[in-house]
Nanobody, 126 residues
C-alpha cells in the first residue's frame, strides 16, 4: 500500500520559515515526478511546486517563486518544501503528491498525480 506522509507544518509569524517533508512508502518514486499543492479555506487546490524524477529540474507557482524551494532525496524516497519569507496568504493545508509515471517531466496539474498525502496545516500570522 502506497502512503505519502507529510510533516513539518505549524504556526509561524510572517517572515518566518518552515520546512515540509513528505515521506513515501510502499513503492519507490525515484523515477517519477513529485510535487506540492495547497488549499486555502474557501479556495481550490492549487499547484505550489513540482520536481523532476532526478531532482534536476523544478517548477514553481509565481506566488512562491523565490521564496520556496522544492527538493528530494531519492535514497530516502522523500521530498521537501523549504518555505521562507512566509506571508499570511501562504496559510493553507499543504499536500504532497507523487505520480506513478516513469518520466523526466515535471507535472503541474492535479490530474497528473496518482498518490496524495493527508495534508499538513501551515498557518502564517501577521
Amino acid at each position: 500500500q502506497v502512503q505519502l506522509v507529510e510533516s513539518g507544518g505549524g504556526l509561524v509569524q510572517a517572515g518566518g520559515s518552515l520546512r515540509l517533508s513528505c515521506a513515501a512508502s510502499g513503492r519507490t518514486f525515484s523515477m517519477s515526478p513529485m510535487g506540492w499543492f495547497r488549499q486555502a479555506p474557501g479556495k481550490e487546490l492549487e499547484f505550489v511546486a513540482g520536481i523532476s524524477s532526478s531532482g534536476g529540474s523544478t517548477s514553481y507557482a509565481d506566488s512562491v517563486k523565490g521564496r520556496f524551494t522544492i527538493s528530494r532525496d531519492n535514497a530516502k524516497n522523500t521530498q521537501y518544501l523549504q518555505m521562507n519569507s512566509l506571508k499570511p496568504e501562504d496559510t493553507a493545508v499543504y499536500y504532497c503528491a507523487a505520480s506513478r509515471q516513469w518520466t523526466t517531466t515535471i507535472y503541474r496539474r492535479t490530474n497528473d498525480y496518482d498518490y496524495w498525502g493527508q495534508g499538513t496545516q501551515v498557518t502564517v500570522s501577521s
